[in-house]
Each structure stands twice: as structure tokens, then as C-alpha cells.
Nanobody
Framework: QVQLVESGGGLVQPGGSLRLSCVAS????????LGWYRQAPGQQRESIAG???????HYADPVKGRFTISRDNAKNTVYLQMNSLKPEDTAVYYC?????????WGQGTQVTVWGQGTQVTDSS
């Protein structure tokens, strides 16, 4: 049984950085494709970064140049380094493991980008 546990989320000001970690257990980690997804309130879950077993990476356009995905096979861990964070990066971030066509998910970790200078719109 594959289990994924994310950590590293939190509250950060615009322009700040966070590093998310995801530890996998119960799998042959070295052959798995790993990824990070995020889901903002009222929106669908979207793929933002992925890394294959041989280390090939890909990124969604909104995070290119700001986010970096990496993996440490010895620690069964995948990371997401997030720099220059923006309010629109606010979401629940999920770790994903793809193995033999089956997807596994972590429980998610909340990332909130808010602080001085963030525009707040009153929709009432």
C-alpha cells in the first residue's frame, strides 16, 4: 500500500519562498513518476510540476522559472521549491505518485500567500 505524506505548507508573504516535501512509503520509489498538483477554492485540481524516474522534469506555465521539483530516491522524498510566491499560488498542494498507470495521492498541504500589499476584493 502506497502512502504519501506532504509537509512544508504555511502562510507566506508575496515574494517569499516555501519548500514542500512528500515522503513515500510502500512503493518502489525509484521507478515511479512523481508530481505536484494544486487545487484552489472553487477550481479543479491542476498539475504544476512532474519528475520522471530518470529525472526529467516539466512545469506548468504559471510556475515556470519560480518552482523547482526534485527527488531524493535514497529518502523516498520529492520536493517542491517555490520561490517568488504570488497570491494566486494560494491552494492546497498535493503530492502524486504514478506507478504502473495507477495514481496515488497525499492528503494535501495548504499554502497561503497573503500579506502586505495583497489586494483583497470584497465580493459582497
Amino acid at each position: 500500500q502506497v502512502q504519501l505524506v506532504e509537509s512544508g505548507g504555511g502562510l507566506v508573504q508575496p515574494g517569499g519562498s516555501l519548500r514542500l516535501s512528500c515522503v513515500a512509503s510502500g512503493s518502489i520509489f525509484t521507478i515511479d513518476t512523481l508530481g505536484w498538483y494544486r487545487q484552489a477554492p472553487g477550481q479543479q485540481r491542476e498539475s504544476i510540476a512532474g519528475i520522471t524516474a530518470v529525472g526529467t522534469t516539466h512545469y506548468a506555465d504559471p510556475v515556470k522559472g519560480r518552482f523547482t521539483i526534485s527527488r531524493d530516491n535514497a529518502k523516498n522524498t520529492v520536493y517542491l521549491q517555490m520561490n517568488s510566491l504570488k497570491p494566486e499560488d494560494t491552494a492546497v498542494y498535493y503530492c502524486n505518485l504514478l506507478r504502473f498507470g495507477r495514481n496515488y495521492w497525499g492528503q494535501g498541504t495548504q499554502v497561503t500567500v497573503w500579506g502586505q500589499g495583497t489586494q483583497v476584493t470584497d465580493s459582497s
